[in-house]
């Protein structure tokens, strides 16, 4: 089975050669920074800096907009409301046909720019480091290693629940199975996902049993040998500098 995971390879040099302990880290900081931004404002002047940082790295913007697509329309799903309900204290403006909420319309407008900034940052780092290299290094920057375990082993297992069920669903139309809306549909779907969890749990077995049969003591082995240079850590001071500015304009400046 492959894990099917087809983020874009960038053919730039620069991030690609980056330290992934340092990178790792100059992200992470960068997430964390855009997500107290309480401006709108700032939050898009965060996502155009990271729309440059990603065009200047040689990502492909036409697999960007392919994957955005299923993430922007589930946050429209759950947070369009805010810009559909006035406050009763505030005067709504008519668009439309409907009443919209000035407050609400700009708070929209910065989560939606939260929202691309730091799927985007992600995004460029699993795309310039391979996925045993970040978690590789997060295991040296000293993040607890059941964390990393857990996301390792979700990151895989995902996927191949993913094609389990594809199997099954295949077995079941093959046998005639028409999915309505009758109790005959709803029994065989509870049995078809429990006999998911049960595969599961006996995969998760084996897993298990052959981890230990290899010898595994709690970390996860890498033949790749870190070394920083210098402009690894001009990168990420410069990455991290750009973060501060904002978090700091955002933090002396009037929230929207």
Request: with cysteine.
């Amino acid at each position: 089975m492959t894990l099917a995971f087809d983020l874009p390879r960038t053919e730039s040099a620069w991030i690609a050669a980056w330290d992934p302990r340092w990178k790792l880290a100059a992200i992470m900081f960068g997430v964390v920074a855009v997500a107290l931004l309480r401006s709108a404002i700032l939050a898009w002047i965060a996502w155009i800096s990271i729309a440059v940082l990603l065009t200047v790295a040689g990502f492909s913007w036409k697999w960007w907009l392919q994957r955005i697509a299923a993430p922007l329309a589930m946050f429209c799903f759950f947070f369009l409301w805010l810009a559909l309900f006035p406050r009763p204290e505030e005067t709504p403006a008519r668009y439309v046909g409907l009443n919209w909420s000035p407050h609400g319309c700009r708070l929209f407008a910065g989560l939606l720019a939260k929202m691309l900034a730091i799927v985007s940052l992600v995004w460029m780092l699993l795309g310039s480091t391979p996925l045993a290299d970040v978690f590789h290094a997060a295991q040296r920057l000293k993040v607890p290693a059941p964390m990393i375990h857990l996301a390792l082993l979700t990151m895989r297992y995902v996927f191949l629940l993913g094609e389990e069920w594809s199997r099954l669903r295949t077995a079941l139309r093959v046998r005639g199975f028409r999915n309505r809306a009758d109790w005959h549909s709803y029994r065989t779907i509870g049995q078809v996902a429990g006999t998911l969890i049960v595969r599961s749990h006996e995969r998760a077995e084996r897993v298990g049993q052959a981890m230990r049969a290899r010898g595994f003591h709690g970390e996860f082995p890498s033949l790749r040998d870190f070394q920083t240079a210098r402009r690894d850590i001009a990168h990420f001071a410069l990455i991290v500098g750009a973060f501060i500015v904002l978090v700091a304009i955002d933090l002396w400046s009037r929230p929207w």
